[in-house]
């Protein structure tokens, strides 16, 4: 039972660390643009001999 009083508090606290991380990276632009670095990848490049 005393293990209780000290998960749950913690639990709360991850979830809400969590969740600022969640936003934290949504406000900066994190999921902005999800399929141009897909379509970039698929992009030739015709650039022979250099690397």
């Known amino acids: 039972m005393e293990a209780l009083y000290l998960l749950i508090p913690l639990s709360v606290l991850l979830v809400f660390g969590a969740i600022w991380i969640f936003f934290n990276a949504s406000d900066g632009g994190q999921f902005d643009d999800l ?14 001999g250099e690397f």
């Open 35 to 48: 399929v141009g670095p897909a379509l970039r990848v698929l992009q030739d490049d015709d650039r022979s």
